[in-house]
Structure formats: C-alpha cells, structure tokens
T-cell receptor, first 109, second 113 residues
Framework: SQQGEEDPQALSIQEGENATMNCSYKTSINNLQWYRQNSGRGLVHLILIRSNEREKHSGRLRVTLDTSKKSSSLLITASRAADTASYFCATLTGNQFYFGTGTSLTVIP | KAGVTQTPRYLIKTRGQQVTLSCSPISGHRSVSWYQQTPGQGLQFLFEYFSETQRNKGNFPGRFSGRQFSNSRSEMNVSTLELGDSALYLC????????????FGPGTRLTVL
C-alpha cells in the first residue's frame, strides 16, 4: 500500500498550546497536502507543499517536508477548540492521491 | 461558486442490493475522484474520472464501478452489497491544471444491513 502513516493517531491538548502531527509516506511525490475533517463530514484542504519546498506557512499552520526521509509535519500554533478534527496528509503521485491514516486532534477549552 | 454536492446524504440498504451514488463537482472542474472511508481502513481511493474517462482506479473489486457524464457529474455504483461496504463515500473534484487541491463533498453515509 502506498498509504501514508500519521503519528500520533490521537492527540489531546489544551487550548492555546501548539499541536504537531507527523506524516510518513512511501513513494516519491509531486506534492503533499494536509486536509482537515470534522466528524463524519467531507475533507477541507488546508495547505499544499511541493516536493521542492521544505517549509510553508499559512496563518497558524506551518508545514515542513523532508523528501529524503519521506516525511512531513503539520504544526498548528495557538490551538483553538474549533481546531478539533481529524487531520490527514495526502500525497500526489502521478495523478493519484494517497491519504494517510489521520491524526485525531482534540483541543480542550 | 457552489461546492461539491453529493446525493443522497444517507442511505440504508440490505445485503445483495445495489446502490448508486451521485456527485456534482464544482462548476468547471473536470476531474472527480471517489473515496471510501471506514474506521478500519481509512480513506481508500476508488477511482478518478476526467472528461468522462476513468483515469485512475484503486484496488477495489469489480462490484464498484463509476461513470462521468458530459457535464462532469459522476455516479458510482456498488452491486451485490456486502456488510463491509458500509462506509462514508466521499467525492472530490479537482480544478484546472496546476491546481492539485481537491474539494470534497459532504459524503454519502451508506449502511448495509
């Protein structure tokens, strides 16, 4: 399977703290994306990082990519209760997307 | 711009029946992908259609099929339903070349009894 793995599977933090989740994948990629999913609903695109980029920021989100280790991390700073959701990484190889297993984030008010 | 819509939102079927799910992509998007999401297997890619042609296919049995119409709307069909087909089925559309962001619909929750 080319599906990525995310770590940790679940994360619980206090509001205001930072949350870091990691993604590892198996094949070479065109780009890597992070998505958020609120319980039982569709996924929402958060950020995309291309294979020739090492770091990208968007608001409170910071994504890093290490293609030599085939890994990426998503940092959410100053977390809010509304950030409670599942987060997935997705890699684009050719024309196909492969999603990770997801990290379930709970932000406690 | 309207988002991706999926119908129906919820569906209950019994084993052996067949089901058709529908997805309308964002206007102008020509690529539609389907995913199956279950607690045990996560998000699994089913297939992708682009301009009415299946461009990519995941590792699912032939009971799972799809098609895309000239207006880019897509349907997926599952025949001879099994209990293990119970899942959230998500459809996503992708915009023009150079934009790899996928826009997801709210999903169809299928329960097979």
């Amino acid at each position: 399977s080319q599906q990525g793995e995310e770590d940790p599977q679940a994360l619980s933090i206090q509001e205001g703290e930072n949350a870091t989740m990691n993604c590892s994948y198996k094949t070479s990629i065109n780009n890597l994306q992070w998505y958020r999913q609120n319980s039982g609903r569709g996924l929402v695109h958060l950020i995309l990082i291309r294979s020739n980029e090492r770091e990208k920021h968007s608001g409170r989100l910071r994504v890093t990519l290490d293609t030599s280790k085939k890994s990426s991390s998503l940092l959410i700073t100053a977390s809010r209760a509304a950030d409670t959701a599942s987060y997935f990484c997705a890699t684009l190889t050719g024309n196909q997307f492969y999603f990770g297993t997801g990290t379930s984030l709970t932000v406690i008010p | 711009k309207a988002g991706v819509t999926q119908t129906p939102r919820y569906l209950i079927k019994t084993r052996g029946q067949q089901v058709t799910l529908s997805c309308s992509p964002i206007s102008g998007h020509r690529s539609v992908s389907w995913y199956q999401q279950t607690p045990g297997q996560g998000l699994q890619f089913l297939f992708e259609y682009f301009s009415e042609t299946q461009r990519n296919k995941g590792n699912f049995p032939g009971r799972f099929s799809g098609r895309q119409f000239s207006n880019s709307r897509s349907e997926m069909n599952v025949s001879t339903l099994e209990l293990g087909d119970s899942a959230l089925y998500l459809c996503a559309s992708t915009g023009t070349e150079g934009s790899n962001e996928q826009f997801f619909g709210p999903g169809t929750r299928l329960t097979v009894l």
